[in-house]
């Protein structure tokens, strides 16, 4: 089962990402961790795992991969051109630590060195051909904003995973993704995050209730946590409401095949 996190800037993407990965290897399944946002660089550090070589400076940086994506013939040197296993990624590329493994698909490394769009390609690339057996759950941390849509990325996933922080913004955005999502015929739910008395009201009646799966306080361990780049180990019991409803569609899943 391939799961997408996405959201606005700041939402707390990354946060759940590692929390739901934590929790998902708890209780049982074998987690591959994605790191599908060129900007961030501090999921591996909240999750606990090593920082491996990302896949993009693996196959010769942007440069490289364009070169070998544009080849004329085909050939078993295209990147990703046929499924792979999760056993299977280019060594050097995954780390792994308690169970969960982390792969990151690129960053942007230099000044100048030009758009994000070869990783949107390389991320479609990966996930498409991913082959996942019963056992495991990839979890897909995006970047910041809708563009990864645009992209088809979230086309290869089977849920999405909106987290709304109390922000405007990030309620507009919540109705964009809700209508890409229903387009794309792709199960979302709705993660509402930081919220407390003061918020609780406006954010629930800003985005549709029936998609709400659960509603993440705000949290002081949490916050210190991340600010100080650690990794996180706060205990919520708001994460397991999610990982019910991925549980229920994996059986759902099986019982179609």
Known sequence: MKILVCGKGGSGKSTLA???????????YNILLVDADESNFGLHRLAGLPLPEDIMSNLGGKKGFKEKLNKTFPGDDKPFNQKIG???????CVTEANGTRLLVIGKIHDFGEGCACPMGVLSK????????????????DTEAGIEHFGRRVDAECDLILDVVDPTYESFMMAEKIQEMAQKASIDLFFVLNKIDARVKNSMIKNVDQKKIITRIPQNEQLFLESLE??????ELPAIEPICELIQELKRKKSALH
């Open 229 to 234: 780049g650690k990794t996180l180990t706060a």
């Open 86 to 92: 999760i056993d299977e990624l280019p060594e050097g």
């Open 18 to 28: 590692a929390l739901l990965a934590s929790k998902l290897n708890d209780l049982g």
């Open 125 to 140: 690339l990966v996930l498409s051909n991913l082959v996942i057996k019963d056992n495991e759950i990839v979890i897909v």
